[in-house]
């Protein structure tokens, strides 16, 4: 199953974005899903997990401002991001865990 992140975006620090994080087949087998994301010169860093029966998990750096979520029935993902900084600036990927082929990401851009 491909997992590919949409809905990235300009944003003004304090904003809110919701990334979407859609399968190309069911993710009712998946057991755990994470947002990821790459800022610039950066390596790429885990930021929310989901599993099967909706456990999360998230980094420090997001904790409190971040929400992951499911949708078994729309095979898709989501990420609610509020009171975003400008160091939440990076491109963010959806992916399996353990991780399955890479897809583009989404950009997501922090600045006033």
């Known amino acids: 199953v491909q997992l590919q992140a949409s809905g990235g975006g300009l944003v003004q620090p304090g904003g809110s974005l919701r990334l979407s994080c859609a399968a190309s087949g069911s993710i009712f087998s998946i057991n755990a899903i994470g947002w990821y994301r790459q800022a610039p010169g950066k390596e790429r860093e885990l930021v929310a997990t989901i599993t099967g029966g909706g456990s999360t998990n998230y980094a420090d750096s997001v904790k409190d401002r971040f929400t992951i979520s499911r949708d078994n029935a729309k095979n898709t993902v989501y990420l609610q991001m509020n009171r975003l900084k400008v160091e939440d600036t990076a491109v963010y990927y959806c992916?399996?865990?353990?991780?399955?082929?890479w897809g583009q990401g989404t950009l997501v851009t922090v600045s006033s």
């Open positions: 992916n399996a865990i353990p991780n399955g082929p």
